[in-house]
């Protein structure tokens, strides 16, 4: 699989641009009833995000490609399947080859969407 599924991509689901910490990438983010979210990213070019920080905590696993996650003075290179976890109030940024996609899952609210009130 190169992509996720379209079901995934909803339209109403994208991230507003202002609300990634990475230029030209595609993300897609859904809400638990606990107030956290999960995002689904694709980079479809060599990529570096600005430091930032959270005060909840982010997991994050690798799906395609490779992403490098900087913490702590220390690169943490994720390759498919492999994991990461960035504790809240931690700076980080990360690092992200062509054709990466990560799933992220926030302790809490981390985006919003393009579309404000979607389907209505």
Not at 65 to 74: D, L, T
Request: proline share 5%; aromatic share 10%; net charge negative.
């Amino acid at each position: 699989m190169q992509d996720f599924p379209a079901f995934m991509k909803n339209p109403g689901n994208r991230i507003k641009q202002s609300c990634q910490y990475t230029k030209d990438i595609e993300g897609f983010v859904y809400d638990g009833a606990d107030g956290s979210q999960m995002a689904f990213w694709t980079c479809y070019q060599d990529r570096k995000s600005d430091e930032h920080l959270h005060d909840y905590p982010e997991y994050l696993v690798c799906v395609q490609g490779q992403y490098k996650v900087i913490m702590n003075n220390e690169t943490i290179t994720l390759y498919p399947g492999n994991e990461a976890l960035i504790p809240a109030g931690v700076a980080h940024r990360g690092e992200s080859s062509a054709g990466t996609r990560t799933i992220h899952a926030f302790g809490a609210k981390r985006a919003e969407r393009e579309l404000e009130n979607p389907g209505k």
